[in-house]
């Protein structure tokens, strides 16, 4: 059954949204939670497997907004427009830097404007900055839920007494929907940086930039973004020293006040002179940039079906499994998080491809996700990677103490976390 066919509620407060969970729990239905419905093609096809679609687009709004504290309560289902827009206000921002999939699902611009805050703390989205400022759920401080029980939780304050010890917060942030149906947020914001300047250091090839931006991130020169862009991507970006330069780029960030930035700006360059010719984007070009590292434009730009994987790994090993991989069908990568994220494109596979991207991952003791692949694909195989036995077996017990029936997203991240019959 399509997502469209479903039978839909859309609980306006609290009281309402435990009445669809208990109702669920009731009948035994499987309900498949939507916020703006962004991400909704990332994981396994949840739309398939569930029988009831429970709409959180009410829960929305910002409720609170302490700019001198740092701190923003929203309900869940808040657009990033919004809250973006009243952090621009006060120059301030949301300092895990979080990405923006649309372009590289295929989304139309009505669609990708739905993005939710609740979203991005659910899928513990993070760009470029997550080597200096951490990733989504280190930023998230407390929310509001209820859990596939059908009661009422927070972190931080009242809890269910079968999860005291827990750390909610952590836990709610990359569990895709399946631990709780989350209706309000509480999160830090930062000041925004006076100024952002990037340094390209152009022709270099992965090892000799995973040697560089290794060499960044050990300096106390507080780089905030770091990354590797082989010159066929390199020539979608929208900046013309890009574009046109034909050339592979290690990129390096810096920000903050104006002359420190233009003193550390320098000695990164002073660093770096020996290994070819320095480039240098100011401000404007500089945000433009990271951007697009951050939203993967490089592929949604230059590849129109190709799948489309992310991988972790510790940073120096971004080049080694560069190296691994180089034998799929027609691959195409670049390293972000200064090598630790590798991102991968590569022909839709007839047979192997998953299973070669999975154990070289492994034997760096990294994990892979699929970001975007068939439907088909992303229900035959594991969308984010198998756990060893002993976390599969914390996994599905902790699954289990928020939603012993399965019913919410059911099977969405792994095959094993469905429903449960009778």
């Not at 836990?171 to 340094?199: C, D, N, Q, Y």
């Not at 152009?202 to 990354?227: E, K, N, W």
């Amino acid at each position: 059954m399509s997502q469209n066919e479903l039978t839909t509620f859309q609980p306006t407060d609290e009281a309402q949204l435990k009445d669809a969970i208990t109702w669920a729990i009731s009948d035994r239905k499987s309900l498949y939670l939507q916020g703006g419905n962004s991400k909704a093609n990332i994981g396994r096809p949840t739309e398939d497997l569930c029988e009831a679609k429970l709409s959180m687009a009410s829960f929305s709004g910002i409720r609170e907004y302490e700019s001198a504290e740092l701190i923003m309560r929203t309900g869940a289902a808040t657009t990033m427009k919004e809250v973006e827009a009243a952090l621009a206000e006060t120059n301030q921002m949301l300092a895990f830097e979080p990405m923006d999939y649309s372009a590289l699902l295929g989304l139309s611009p009505d669609d990708a404007v739905k993005s939710t805050i609740g979203g991005i703390f659910a899928c513990n989205l993070a760009g470029p900055r997550r080597i200096s400022a951490g990733s989504a759920r280190d930023h998230l401080l407390g929310f509001q839920a209820i859990s596939g029980r059908g009661e009422a939780y927070k972190s931080g304050g009242q809890v269910m007494k079968n999860v005291t010890g827990y750390d909610l917060s952590k836990l709610m942030a990359g569990s895709w929907g399946t631990l709780g149906a989350m209706h309000e947020t509480t999160f830090k914001v930062l000041p925004k940086p006076e100024t952002s300047r990037t340094i390209l250091i152009t022709d270099v090839d992965h090892h000799l930039a995973s040697h560089i931006m290794s060499q960044a991130m050990q300096t106390s020169y507080d780089v905030s973004g770091a990354t590797w862009l082989p010159a066929n991507l390199a020539k979608h970006s929208s900046i013309d020293v890009l574009r046109l330069a034909e050339k592979n780029i290690a990129a390096c960030r810096l920000e903050g006040p104006e002359p420190s930035v233009k003193t550390r700006l320098k000695s990164l360059r002073d660093m770096f002179s020996e290994h070819g010719k320095i480039e240098e984007l100011h401000e404007e070009n500089s945000e433009i940039f990271w951007r697009e590292i951050r939203d993967v434009i490089p592929f949604a730009k230059a590849i129109d079906d190709r799948v489309i994987w992310k991988a972790s790994v510790a940073p120096t090993d971004g080049a080694k499994l560069i190296d691994a991989l180089s034998g799929l069908n027609n691959p195409d990568f670049f390293m972000d998080w200064a090598g630790g994220l590798v991102w991968i494109a590569v022909d839709a596979p007839k047979i192997g491809s998953t299973d070669i991207i999975r154990n070289e991952v492994n034997k760096l003791g990294g994990h892979a996700t699929l970001i975007r692949g068939s439907h088909e694909l992303r229900l035959e195989h594991e969308v984010f990677h198998p756990q060893a036995a002993p976390l599969a077996a914390l996994s599905k017990r902790i699954k289990d103490q928020f939603d012993p029936l399965g019913i919410l997203n059911t099977g969405r991240m792994y095959a094993n976390h469905q429903k449960r019959e009778g």
